[in-house]
Nanobody, 122 residues
Framework: VQLQAFGGGLVQTGGSLRLSCAVS????????MAWFRQAPGKEREFVAA????????YYTDSVKGRVAVSRDNAKNIGYLQMSSLKPEDTAVYYC????????????????WGQGTQVTVSS
């Protein structure tokens, strides 16, 4: 399965962005999906995850209330809607997928997209 993240860009503090993750090669409905991000000089960290059916979602504390993860299995695409963006949200955002249980751990995801840059200016 191949993943491609897109939708990043430059936005001002308080702005919004919607990231998308297009999946090809297999049906997205088989996979739990997650978003991670990596800021310069920092480890890649968990942002949000959604179960294959969409009935469970997890968020890291720093984005709760500002970010919503969703998916459209019929279109084979996942989304990360981000609002009230802050400069500390600046990072490369990666989508990931796996058939195992929904997880916050990087090591639990076998399939990764190439990342999309999000830059929030102050």
């Amino acid at each position: 399965v191949q993943l491609q993240a897109f939708g990043g860009g430059l936005v001002q503090t308080g702005g919004s962005l919607r990231l998308s993750c297009a999946v090809s090669g297999r049906s997205l409905s088989s996979y739990n999906m997650a978003w991670f991000r990596q800021a310069p000089g920092k480890e890649r960290e968990f942002v949000a995850a959604i179960s294959w059916s969409g009935d469970r979602t997890y968020y890291t504390d720093s984005v709760k209330g500002r970010v919503a993860v969703s998916r459209d299995n019929a279109k084979n695409i996942g989304y990360l809607q981000m609002s009230s963006l802050k400069p500390e949200d600046t990072a490369v955002y990666y989508c990931a997928a796996d058939v195992r249980s929904i997880s916050r751990k990087r090591s639990d995801y076998d399939y990764w997209g190439q990342g999309t840059q999000v830059t929030v200016s102050s």
